[in-house]
């Protein structure tokens, strides 16, 4: 597949390009392929999105955004150089703390909901594996969530996501800003207590645990 070509869709063609990522996405999740396949391919992706590179607060691109998460949900981060790997944390993060661009992509709610899980799990895949380059976008991201689960256009499985996200950050925000952030997420996890579905109940309820017994 030409990377190329996947990733010229002007700014209007945002379904487009997330549609031509996720195809791209597939390709990477192919279990059967030849050695070193899936690594070659990573690399010349990452690559061409590091030349591209637009990642700022007046161009970001849904179809570039797209296939970081769709290159991040499927790469071994022990074969990937550090430069990558810090490039797509860049890139996660920032797309995930600057939602107000997403929302004007020119994407339905339905697209946008989708991106936004694709973002929330690739967050939490780095917080995992690269908690290091995670650690100084923590307040931003768990500030990210938050506004996530006051949203109610995006599906029960994004505020699901979201959660399992400020389980997984808690520890990394920094401790003089621990004890408002806790009071924040206390506070909304009460309210998502109040969810019809009971799968966001029970998320909340683990996150509100969870964020008790971090030290302030």
């Known amino acids: 597949m030409d990377c190329e070509n996947e990733l010229s869709f002007a700014p209007n063609s945002a379904v487009g390009a997330s549609l031509a990522s996720a195809a791209f996405g597939r390709m990477l999740a192919w279990k059967s392929g030849p050695p070193f396949w899936r690594q070659r391919m990573v690399y010349r992706a990452t690559k061409l999105l590091i030349e591209l590179d637009s990642f700022d607060e007046e161009d970001l691109s849904v179809g570039k955004l797209s296939l970081c998460t769709h290159v991040t949900a499927n790469s071994n981060f022990n074969t990937i150089s550090e430069a990558t790997r810090s490039f797509l944390t860049k890139s996660i993060a920032l797309g995930l703390s600057n939602l107000t661009t997403i929302s004007r992509s020119g994407i339905d709610k339905v697209q946008r909901s989708i991106l936004l899980e694709l973002l929330v799990s690739s967050t939490i895949k780095l917080f995992c594996e690269s908690p290091s380059a995670m650690k100084s976008f923590a307040t931003t991201l768990v500030t990210s969530f938050l506004r996530i689960l006051k949203d109610q256009s995006v599906r029960e499985g994004c505020h699901v996501l979201a959660l399992q996200g400020l389980c997984i950050s808690a520890t990394h925000v920094p401790e003089r800003k621990r004890s408002q952030t806790k009071a924040a997420v ?21 996150t509100r645990n969870v964020w008790f017994l971090v030290d302030e």
């Open 186 to 206: 206390t506070a909304i996890t009460v309210d998502m207590l109040d969810s019809p579905s009971v799968f966001v109940r029970q998320a909340a309820v683990h």
